[in-house]
């Protein structure tokens, strides 16, 4: 049964109804607006008289983007909720504050970062984010550990890998991440211009590689993954803040128990797609020298905190040996999945504002340079051994014009 959906004149209503959140804000005197741009949910910001903010984001029972024809149950409210659970439990610095789950109206309430700013929009606009790629990978590394056999008992997992199925959203990425960019589908588009590096990607080899890592996604249940971490999933802070956290992570509804570097590889690609764009705009070469430093920021800061977590272990067969090797094995799969979350993004349904709001020619040498690198990624990720040989700070050179 679909839940009754919010509209901006039954929000404060909604929220005088919860007597949890009296404190929080004063329903009487919230304004409200609308403000979802993602590609599938309500989200509404009400803000009270005393300028006090909460997020309403309530899941709606069909995909956004693509309107009613596309059904999609509103159950993954529940899957974000398990998501904001785990990063409670694990990094509540690094994700909003969560004021629960209303199973009944398929919504959570969290807090209003409205100061913040969508951390897509923030490298769009060629704006640095001091620390965010860090507190990203801080955040894969404690919900990993937190929520695997890392550090919990085996059965216990297996019980929480069941409770947090989600094969509806997982369908979408199988589909739209390592399913659709390699074959004819009405998903699709491209510039005309791009056609031929589209379709060099429908080679065996490339192929191969594609169903090794789509079995990966579906079959290794190591820990709760977020699911869709790309840079439109971090807020960071307005520029100079201090005494916040460096980003905080949010829109966790494609929760699930898949491969760790998953959430590395959305990262990850998604980089390469900002790297792209400065690269195409000629942006000035220290805004480009960071981009290209952000893959190692995360990975580094995500290796560091699991070798502390490490004393913590659930099972002294995790041994120091087995921690390394665990960390090369997420590597590779991080840099594999990031190439597929990038050529998805520039081939599939659902793109990205970097290289979409290019003018033609300039997105057209973005994208050609992301299918290029991503191709290597793919193919090459056994032997890309660290951060610094993904990407040079300027993608285009050796990328035909
Ligand atoms: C049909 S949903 C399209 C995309 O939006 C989400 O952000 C996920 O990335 C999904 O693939
Ligand atoms: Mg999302």
Same mark, same amino acid.
């Given at each position: 049964?679909t839940a009754?959906?919010?509209d901006?004149?039954?929000?404060?209503a909604?929220?005088?109804?919860?007597?949890?959140?009296?404190?929080?804000i004063?329903p009487?005197?919230a304004?409200?607006r609308?403000?979802?741009?993602?590609?599938?949910?309500?989200?509404?910001?009400?803000?009270?008289?005393?300028?006090?903010?909460?997020?309403?984001?309530?899941?709606?029972?069909?995909?956004?983007?693509?309107?009613?024809?596309?059904?999609l149950?509103?159950?993954?409210?529940?899957?974000?909720?398990?998501?904001?659970?785990?990063?409670v439990?694990?990094?509540?610095?690094?994700?909003?504050?969560?004021?629960?789950?209303?199973?009944?109206?398929?919504?959570?309430?969290?807090e209003?970062?409205?100061?913040?700013?969508?951390?897509?929009?923030?490298?769009n606009?060629?704006?640095?984010?001091?620390?965010?790629?860090?507190?990203?990978?801080?955040?894969?590394?404690?919900?990993?550990?937190?929520?695997?056999?890392?550090s919990?008992?085996?059965?216990?997992?297996?019980a929480?890998?069941?409770?947090?199925?989600?094969?509806?959203?997982?369908?979408?990425?199988?589909?739209l991440?390592?399913?659709e960019?390699?074959?004819?589908?009405?998903?699709?588009?491209?510039d005309?211009?791009?056609t031929?590096?589209v379709?060099?990607?429908?080679d065996?080899?490339?192929?191969?590689?594609?169903?090794?890592?789509?079995?990966?996604?579906?079959?290794?249940?190591?820990?709760?993954v977020?699911?869709?971490?790309?840079t439109?999933?971090?807020?960071?802070?307005?520029?100079?803040?201090?005494?916040?956290?460096?980003?905080?992570v949010?829109?966790?509804e494609?929760?699930f128990y898949?491969?760790?570097?998953?959430?590395?590889g959305?990262?990850?690609?998604?980089?390469?797609i900002?790297?792209?764009?400065?690269?195409v705009?000629? +942006?000035?070469?220290e805004? $480009? =020298?960071? /981009? %290209?430093s952000?893959?190692?920021e995360?990975?580094d800061?995500? *290796?560091?905190?699991?070798?502390?977590?490490?004393?913590?272990?659930?099972?002294?067969?995790?041994?120091d040996?087995f921690?390394?090797?665990?960390l090369?094995?997420?590597?590779a799969?991080?840099?594999?999945f990031?190439?597929?979350?990038?050529?998805?993004?520039?081939?599939?349904?659902?793109?990205?504002?970097?290289?979409?709001?290019?003018?033609?020619?300039a +997105?057209?040498?973005?994208? $050609? =340079?992301? /299918? %290029?690198?991503?191709?290597?990624?793919v193919?090459?990720?056994? *032997?890309?051994?660290?951060?610094?040989?993904?990407?040079?700070?300027?993608?285009?050179?050796?990328?035909?014009?």
């Open positions: 049964m009754e959906l919010l901006v004149a039954t929000v404060p909604y929220l005088a109804s919860r007597a949890d959140l009296a404190g929080v004063d009487a005197t304004a409200v609308e403000v979802g741009d993602g590609n599938l949910n309500l989200v509404f910001v009400a803000t009270d008289a005393a300028g006090r903010g909460l997020v309403v984001k309530q899941s709606l029972p069909y995909v956004r983007l693509v309107g009613e024809s596309w059904p149950s509103q159950d993954r409210v529940l899957a974000e909720a398990r998501g904001y659970d785990a990063a439990a694990h990094a509540p610095d690094l994700v909003p504050a969560y004021h629960g789950l209303d199973a009944e109206r398929r919504l959570v309430v969290l209003d970062l409205s100061g913040w700013t969508v951390w897509r929009t923030a490298l606009e060629g704006r640095t984010s001091p620390g965010a790629a860090a507190a990203v990978g801080r955040y894969v590394a404690r919900v990993a550990f937190g929520t695997s056999v890392l919990r008992d085996a059965g216990e997992v297996k929480s890998v069941a409770a947090a199925v989600n094969p509806e959203l997982c369908r979408i990425t199988e589909d991440v390592f399913t960019p390699y074959l004819d589908h009405p998903h699709n588009a491209w005309d211009e791009l031929p590096d379709l060099a990607l429908r065996p080899a490339l192929l191969a590689e594609v169903a090794e890592l789509k079995y990966r996604f579906e079959t290794a249940a190591q820990a709760l977020h699911g869709d971490l790309h439109g999933s971090v807020f960071v802070p307005p520029p100079g803040a201090t005494g916040v956290a460096a980003a905080k949010f829109d966790i494609f929760a898949g491969p760790v570097g998953f959430d590395l959305a990262i990850l690609g998604n980089y390469l900002a790297q792209a764009r400065a690269t705009l000629h +942006r000035p070469a805004f $480009r =020298a960071w /981009l %290209a952000l893959a190692a995360t990975w800061a995500f *290796a560091s905190e699991i070798r502390s977590l490490w004393p913590r272990r659930a099972d002294p067969s995790w041994t040996e921690r390394e090797r665990w090369a094995s997420v590597w799969d991080a840099v594999g990031g190439g597929l979350k990038a050529i998805r993004r520039i081939v599939g349904l659902a793109k990205a504002s970097d290289v979409q709001t290019l003018d033609p020619p +997105r057209v040498r973005a994208a $050609r =340079a992301v /299918l %290029a690198t991503a191709r290597r990624w193919v090459e990720r056994h *032997a890309v051994s660290a951060p610094d040989e993904l990407a040079a700070p300027d993608l285009l050179v050796g990328v035909p014009g």
